[in-house]
């Protein structure tokens, strides 16, 4: 009797490669881009309070991180291909909420996405960690930021413009792109990562290497470079659309620049040899100076405020600069035998970042004007300058161009630039 040959793809799983986890990225940024723009702004216009729209985000950033917290809990009762499944239909889910607006649909669909975000974040770098091998991880983010380049780049000005044809577009198409990205999975057939074997220590405790992080100084000083990054990330995305809006610039121009900034990206191998030919401290204090100045002076100019989005325009561009060369410092300061506990360590300043940058917009918005927000982070940034003085001058100098820094994610308003 003629049997049928079962396909082989349905036969053996296909192997998970770096072109796999990278197309799987660049789905996933496709999602998040096209909304990362239109959040703020739908936030503001049902909400008509920068100070409430902060305390919204204060909040959300509190889930953020115990959702991220709580994720490697849920992972030992639920496998973990389901609970990346989940967070993909949470997104799309956040995104159909975010379609029908109002209020407190925005509310509700703001908190899902972020949660559905961190949920994914963890699980595929959990899976990138089992299926690529140390010597292809370089390979395999580099691939993941070029897939990803476009959907950062095109999405925040295209979701502004899809917005004003027709509102709940931008929304469906993340939702689209949500789904897509689930489809994907589920072909990849990563199952739950690799078989868990007895392991021949305990799992690491973040918290119980807490007094061995602060016991190291470089380390300290690596993460705060890295959460004040984020903090003018924060700033640049959310704040800088809504002051357009209250200028009378149009909803449009945030989207616009963000993805003008987010173009950026494409420079990084320049950024990243201009700062072989000097040092990484070199780039590190130039970024946070010239940032945190043109901060400084968006702030003082506010009554221009095309100056004022000029300025900060260009401060992005430091901020990129920042993206290559301020994660570097921490990466060449801990110890191989901590790399594993200390980099769970410096994740956190993702989470810290997105509740620190709305909780201090929140209280500055009581007392000030919303160009106080600018002045605030410009402080903050131009203080890292300060502090990044004790770097060694030829810090790096001869491992850069080999040596892969963190991850530039970047705690957006939608969970990292990123960056």
């Not at 796999?20 to 990225?25: D, H, R």
């Not at 899809?162 to 789904?179: D, E, K, S, V, Y």
Request: charged share 10%; with cysteine.
């Amino acid at each position: 009797m003629h049997q049928r040959r079962i396909p082989e793809w349905l036969r053996h799983a296909p192997t998970p490669s770096v072109r796999g986890f990278a197309t799987l990225a660049g789905t996933e940024a496709m999602a998040r881009g096209i909304l990362i723009s239109v959040m703020p702004l739908e936030m503001y216009r049902a909400l008509r309070d920068a100070a409430l729209v902060s305390e919204i985000y204060f909040m959300v950033g509190l889930l953020s991180l115990a959702t991220g917290l709580m994720v490697p809990f849920v992972s030992r009762f639920m496998p973990r291909r389901w609970i990346y499944v989940t967070g993909c239909a949470m997104f799309a889910g956040g995104a159909a909420m975010g379609a029908q607006g109002g209020a407190l649909g925005m509310i509700a669909a703001l908190a899902m996405i972020t949660a559905a975000t961190v949920t994914v974040f963890v699980c595929f770098n959990a899976y990138v960690l089992d299926f690529i091998a140390k010597s292809d991880l370089g390979r395999c983010e580099t691939s993941r930021m070029f897939y990803s380049a476009l959907g950062w780049t095109v999405g925040p000005f295209l979701g502004v413009t899809l917005l004003g044809i027709w509102r709940p577009l931008p929304f469906m198409i993340a939702a689209l792109a949500a789904l897509s990205m689930m489809a994907l999975f589920l072909y990849l057939r990563l199952g739950n990562g690799k078989l868990i074997t007895r392991a021949r220590r305990p799992a690491p405790n973040p918290l119980a290497w807490m007094p061995r992080f602060f016991a190291q100084p470089r380390l300290v000083a690596g993460w705060i470079f890295a959460v004040i990054r984020s903090c003018g990330w924060w700033a640049y995305v959310v704040y800088l659309p809504i002051f357009a809006v209250q200028q009378g610039l149009g909803e449009d121009l945030g989207g616009m620049l963000l993805s003008a900034s987010n173009g950026m990206l494409f420079l990084t191998p320049f950024m990243l040899r201009w700062m072989q030919r000097r040092s990484i401290r070199h780039a590190v204090r130039a970024g946070f100076l010239v940032s945190g100045l043109l901060f400084v002076f968006a702030a003082i100019l506010s009554g221009l405020p095309w100056v004022t989005v000029a300025s900060l325009a260009v401060a992005s561009v430091f901020l990129v600069l920042l993206d290559v060369s301020a994660g570097l410092p921490f990466l060449m300061a801990v110890k191989p035998s901590e790399r594993t506990e200390m980099s769970a360590i410096y994740a956190s300043f993702r989470d810290v970042s997105g509740i620190l940058t709305p909780g201090a917009a929140w209280l500055v918005l009581l007392v000030a004007p919303l160009p106080g927000i600018f002045a605030v982070t410009g402080v903050a940034l131009v203080g890292c300058w300060h502090l990044a003085r004790q770097l060694h001058p030829r810090l790096g100098a001869a491992r850069v161009a080999i040596e892969p820094g963190p991850k530039l994610d970047i705690s957006l308003p939608l969970t990292r630039k990123t960056g």
